[in-house]
């Protein structure tokens, strides 16, 4: 599996801009595609999903351009888009049967698969119940089991721990990196402790273009001994991130812990361990 995405562009209309000028390739493994909202990531993961076309560029899956030939795409494609919608009166497993018909795969297995899919995400009990009355976390790990339906060899999830609660979320990050096999998954996010414990690369974005692209530990490398840790008063804080990048701040004895990036530190600061969040902040900041 190789998908290569090569100088594409999407604009809306006149003057929006979704997408600039954007050039990546992966194999099979997991990309975290991390950006503040507006980055882009939604526009990227519609035109992989054939959902929506290229202003400019070319998408290939395994040296077949998909733009020309979506099905080819569509027939490995798992997605979980962002605004998914469910039919509130249909239980899961009408619904469920409902889009294996619409993705055209069926068979004998069906029902076995779907029963396993929706055991794996804890929505057995609640199967035969209407979609209309589960929580906003139910509804998701439904429209992940949709996605999952056609063993696909392309998932993509758009923002796919949404509604989830803390417990969800870590069920769903091991289904994944179970699926990850040879498939390739993309999963966008802007929480950074959603993807820095499963991708294998990360894509960072902001303003519709790429920031930087690549293993964890590389994007991490760049900020290596410039993250610290000081108390400052809390009236403080505002000249304090004039000079610095601040990436967080937490209350300590009536004043404020805040770690901070820089190339030199203040005096009683104390050198932390650089993390993806750390670089994430910083990359997003300085571009
Ligand atoms: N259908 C559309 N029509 C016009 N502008 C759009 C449309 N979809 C997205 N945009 C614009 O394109 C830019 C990128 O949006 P996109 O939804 O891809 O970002 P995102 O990173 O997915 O953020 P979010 O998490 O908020 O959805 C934004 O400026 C957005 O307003």
Redesign the pocket.
């Known amino acids: 599996m190789k998908l290569t995405i090569t100088n594409v562009s ?1 604009r ?2 006149n003057s ?4 600039k000028d954007f050039s990546i390739t992966m194999q099979s493994g997991i990309l975290g ?1 991390l ?12 035109m992989i999903a054939t959902v ?1 076309t290229p202003t400019e560029g070319l998408i290939c899956l395994n040296k077949n351009n998909i733009i020309k030939d979506p099905n080819y795409m569509r027939r490995q494609l798992g997605f979980l888009p ?1 605004d998914f919608g469910v039919y509130p009166n249909l239980n899961a497993i009408e619904f469920l049967k409902y889009m294996a018909a619409i993705k055209g795969v069926g068979g004998v297995n069906m029902n076995e698969r779907i029963n396993k899919l929706l055991e794996g995400l804890n929505l057995m009990e609640a199967a035969k119940k209407p979609i209309g009355s589960y929580s906003g976390g139910m509804k998701q790990r439904v429209g992940i089991v949709q996605a999952l339906l056609n063993n696909p060899k392309v998932l993509i999830f ?2 796919p721990t949404v509604g989830l609660d803390p417990e969800e979320r870590v069920r769903f990050r091991n289904l994944i990196s179970e699926l990850a096999n040879d498939s390739i998954v993309i999963l ?1 996010s ?1 929480i950074v402790s959603d993807i820095d414990t499963i991708a294998d690369k990360v894509a960072i ?1 902001k ?2 273009s790429l920031i930087t692209h690549g293993n964890q530990e590389d994007i991490i490398n760049r900020i290596r001994g410039n993250v610290f840790e000081t108390i400052i008063p809390k009236p403080d804080l505002n000249a304090f991130k004039l000079e610095h990048t601040v990436v967080s701040t937490a209350r300590k004895k009536g004043q404020l812990a805040v770690r901070y990036l820089s190339d030199e530190p203040i005096a009683n600061s104390v050198p932390k361990e650089a993390n993806l969040e750390d670089a994430y902040l910083y990359l997003t900041k300085i571009n």
């Not at 950006?35 to 519609?46: E, F, Q, R, V």
């Open positions: 999407k809306y209309g929006t801009i979704g997408l595609l950006g503040p909202n507006g980055a882009g990531k939604s526009t990227l993961l519609k929506s962002q758009d923002e966008s802007h974005m303003n519709g």
